[in-house]
């Protein structure tokens, strides 16, 4: 079964940091554009960021730019999301998406369950 298992989600006060992990199970990344992406209660689905199949291509939603870096670990079939000055507006469910077709993880094919990431004082 293909997979993808996001970790490293939980509670922290505003101001901190956190690294998200997204590991792949049952196929390899480095084929795919990895993104992630965040939805809060009540509100849409967002795109964060994405990270194309050689790391030579990041892209960052404008509200993390300057807080969240996007990165991958191909030997280790994983991607990394390390938030850092984290304000209460990020908190979310965040999940991780690979893409086989677009440097700019516009349709991603396999999805992961999301981790909880919460951001209250």
């Known amino acids: 079964q293909l997979q993808l298992v996001e970790s490293g989600g939980g509670l922290v006060q505003p101001g901190g940091s956190l690294r998200l992990s997204c590991a792949a199970s049952g196929f390899t990344l480095d084929w795919y554009s990895i993104g992630w992406f965040r939805q809060a209660p009540g509100k849409e689905r967002e795109g964060v960021s994405c990270?194309?199949?050689?790391?030579?291509?990041?892209n960052y939603a404008d509200s993390v730019k300057g807080r969240f870096t996007i990165s991958r670990d191909n030997a280790k079939n994983t991607v990394y999301l390390q938030m850092n000055s984290l304000k209460t507006e990020d908190t979310a469910v965040y999940s991780c998406?690979?893409?086989?077709?677009?440097?700019?993880?516009?349709?991603?094919?396999?999805w992961g369950q999301g981790t909880q990431v919460t951001v209250s004082s």
């Open positions: 990270i194309s199949s050689t790391g030579g291509i990041t």
């Open positions: 998406a690979a893409d086989i077709y677009s440097s700019y993880c516009e349709n991603p094919d396999y």
